[in-house]
């Protein structure tokens, strides 16, 4: 069974930087895509990043593009997200996510095969 351990969350006044990390077990597919997902309280889970694990190709939602960055580890198989610049609403629980889809664009929620339990991030104003 595949596992996911996102880690890193916390709290962090604005402006402020975190290091998001999540580390992939079991996971046997040849190819996919490994990102976050991320869901502020009252709202719908939106993408905020992702990397297409064999290639390195990146993208990342509007919002956090020039702030955050996501990188990964092969072999560690761990991926990423470095965020910086952080604002208030940034806040939100943060999921890593694999995708068995490997094509440009952003991560679906509705399209995710594996989630990690989620680590919080809050940054205080």
């Known amino acids: 069974q595949v596992q996911l351990d996102d880690s890193g969350g916390g709290l962090v006044q604005a402006g402020g930087s975190l290091r998001l990390s999540c580390a992939a077990s079991?996971?046997?597919?040849?190819?996919?895509?490994m990102g976050w997902i991320r869901q502020a309280p009252g709202k719908e889970r939106e993408f905020v990043a992702k990397?297409?694990?064999?290639?390195?190709?990146?993208d990342y939602a509007d919002s956090v593009k020039d702030r955050f960055a996501i990188s990964r580890d092969s072999a560690k198989n761990t991926v990423y997200l470095q965020m910086n610049s952080l604002k208030p609403e940034d806040t939100a629980v943060y999921y890593c996510a694999v995708d068995r889809a490997v094509v440009p664009g952003p991560i679906s929620a509705y399209a995710v095969d594996y989630w990690g339990k989620g680590t919080l991030v809050t940054v205080s104003s």
């Open positions: 990397i297409r694990w064999n290639f390195g190709a990146t």
């Open positions: 079991r996971l046997t597919l040849s190819t996919y895509t």
